[in-house]
């Protein structure tokens, strides 16, 4: 048993998620900003891997919502790099951290769970032993295509913005060394929406 998996992000026309330094940029509309917000509302846990902290430092909240209403914030972090001043470790919401069993640092604000081996089937395994049935995953490139490799995924929403960022070095939605799985994951368009200056993609798995 595992949660609902929603995989969401932004690329550019030339499927880039950031320039070759890994920092963060403006990608999707006003609209898809307002779209996302929606979205968070609707999931128990939004997942990012630490990545995504270290380049964006995200609160993964939505704004004006207290502690009590704002959804789970989970971070992968095997080696245990997330700052002690992250936005993500504030009280402004819940926050699990997932490191390794060899890493024994602490967060204040923040709950820990160590594991032998920080994997995908292993994480949602936990977090449905939990209570929690659905997560949203806004990122990294390594991080999603972890949930590919390990079929994991039950969505996939990309908002594609209407500008090149280019460069060899860039990161993509489904980052890493490699393909996500031999002949790749095969998706099902599900739907296409103009939102703003460019375009929402929905897939399911084929």
């Known amino acids: 048993m595992r ?6 992000c932004a690329m550019s026309a030339d499927g880039k998620i950031a320039g070759p330094e890994r920092r963060q940029v403006r990608i999707s509309s ?6 996302v917000k929606g979205l968070r509302m609707r999931y128990d846990a939004i997942l ?41 470790v504030d009280d402004r ?24 081996a920080v994997d995908i089937p292993g994480i949602l395994g936990a977090l449905w032993d939990m209570g929690i049935r659905s997560v949203l995953v806004e990122g ?8 590919f490799a390990a079929g994991a995924v039950d969505e996939f929403t990309v908002f594609v913005g209407s500008f090149v960022i280019g460069g060899s070095g860039s990161p993509t939605p489904a980052d ?12 099902r368009l599900c739907g296409a929406e103009t939102l ?10 084929a």
């Open 3 to 8: 949660p609902y998996v929603h995989i969401n």
């Open 30 to 35: 006003d609209e898809d900003k307002a779209r």
């Open 48 to 88: 990012v891997g630490v990545g995504t902290i270290l380049a964006d430092d995200p609160h993964l909240t939505v704004k004006g919502r207290g502690r009590e209403e704002n959804q789970l914030r989970v971070v992968i972090d095997p080696h245990g790099r997330t700052p002690a001043d992250a936005l993500v």
């Open 93 to 116: 919401a819940r926050t699990i951290i997932f490191t390794s069993s060899s890493c024994d640092r602490e967060w204040p604000g923040a709950e820990t769970v160590r594991m032998d």
């Open 140 to 147: 990294g490139g390594t991080t999603i295509a972890s949930f």
């Open 176 to 187: 890493g060394p490699g393909w996500v799985r031999e002949g790749g994951f095969r998706l």
């Open 196 to 205: 703003g200056d460019g375009v929402l993609l929905s897939y399911r798995p």
